[in-house]
């Protein structure tokens, strides 16, 4: 079930490259979330966030970020509760390092995101942070992932079935991404 739509930023006014038909926010509560447009640089990054409880942003934005962080190539980072990490087709994937780095830099819970071809939401991580919930009928993950199917209860108390491991079927470490940095 969708936890409820979120408002988009109007400013600045560049749109999206690419954007979700439907976004899902993590918590119970709704709280001010930065939705992220793809390629934006990692100090105009933090300037969406500024203010912002939460933010949302896909996979490779995120790591450019979080490794210029680590580099003190930033500022001061806005303090979040969380961090939307959209992967998927387009968006590329979340490997286990990736999400030291993130808690090492953020220090707040990740929830992955992975969005389909034509940019439905195909699955969400819940606040169990075990697998990503499938909410497509059809439970196979995009082109180029793979991921175990997991169909025992999860322990937010959903039952539908998740997605386990869901990863690149051949990792790409994005040294040209790192280089836009
Ligand atoms: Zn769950």
Redesign the pocket.
Known sequence: MPLGFLRQFRKPAQAPRFQPQRLYYPFASGSKMAIVPAGTAPRQMLRYMRGCLAAAAPVEDLLLLAHACERGETGALPELNALVVFTGTGFGGLEESGRDLFWRVFQVPVFEQCIGPDGQVLAV???????L?VLTADPRPPEGFTARFERTP?????V?P?WIGLRRSVPIHSDAALSRS
């Open positions: 991580e819940c606040d169990a942070h075990q697998g919930h999860c322990g937010c108390g959903r539908t998740r």
